[in-house]
């Protein structure tokens, strides 16, 4: 394959993952104390791109269940900070930006997402990017194309749109397939292998093709650093566990030492 179609072997998560593991690499190891206590891993930089990996991870296998009429490439260089997944099919061309929100609750109010209490304009940035793919993937392929932005919201505790954002489709990522399958077909067969074949270059996008990296080598890395903050978080829970049941047998026990003296004296 030459360069040019490099981007055809990229995998969902892989800047994500390759930022983990260069965040990790000058991290020294984890005293005893802080092994026997569950603290993470996690340097503050590769926490953020850990949680960004799993995310993409997780609609990445999603989208690869869409079957044999679409065509999805991910980590495509567009916009500053990349597209998570370009997703072509029969219904159209989707930009798709994952989110992590495992467990916590996400309100969208226009283009402000909070996550957490945490709020960023990420609705504006899929729709830029949408454009930004409009613009490249039309012009390499001759297509009047309508790029349909979609922010992925991943394990939400609660997701609430107070107010749809213009133009761009929240989802939990639990609907994403069938929100995309079920949609009103909008490309043939043809169109769609041909804008697939446009997507894969590396000068669809001005961008030098992208670095070849070593995937297993890339996926034993971030395995093990996901071993290790499964690992810690383990730890914590049964320290949480023992904790929680030492305090029970203590107000057990002042309980009983109470009862005594009350009946005693």
């Known amino acids: 394959m030459s360069d040019d179609r490099a981007l055809r072997q990229r995998v969902p998560g892989q800047s994500a993952m390759s930022n983990v593991v260069h965040a990790q690499a ?25 949680r960004d990996a799993l995310a993409e991870l997780e609609v990445g296998d999603t989208l690869a269940t869409l079957g044999p009429r679409w065509d999805v490439l991910h980590d ?15 219904t159209g061309v989707y930009v798709v930006q994952t989110v ?6 996400v309100v969208v109010t226009a283009d402000s997402v909070s996550v957490g209490g945490a709020a960023s304009e990420l609705a504006s940035v899929v729709r830029d990017d949408a454009r930004d793919v409009e613009e490249a993937l039309g012009l390499a392929s001759a297509l009047q194309l309508t790029v349909k932005p979609v922010l992925v919201i991943v394990g939400p505790r609660r997701l609430t749109i107070a107010t749809p954002p213009y133009e761009v489709a929240v ?7 069938s929100t995309i399958v079920n949609a009103a077909k909008a490309l043939s067969g043809a169109e769609v292998a041909g804008l697939s074949d446009v ?9 030098a093709a992208p670095v070849r990296q070593d995937l297993p080598q890339l996926f034993q890395a971030f395995a093990a650093i996901r071993g290790e903050v499964s690992a810690a978080y383990r730890r914590r829970i049964g320290l ?14 002042a309980v009983a030492q ?8």
């Open 26 to 50: 000058t991290k020294p190891p984890r005293s005893p104390v802080a092994r026997l206590l569950g603290v993470s891993p996690l340097t503050v930089t590769a926490r953020r791109h850990y």
């Open 76 to 90: 495509v260089p567009v916009g500053p900070d990349g597209l998570d997944h370009l997703v072509i099919g029969p």
């Open 100 to 105: 992590m929100a495992r467990g916590l609750d």
């Open 171 to 177: 989802v939990k990522s639990a609907i994403l397939g």
């Open 199 to 207: 997507a894969e270059l590396a000068s669809t996008w001005s961008v």
């Open 240 to 253: 949480i566990a023992v904790s929680v049941a030492a305090a029970y047998v203590v107000v057990i026990v």
């Open 258 to 265: 109470l009862s005594w003296l009350v009946t005693s004296g």
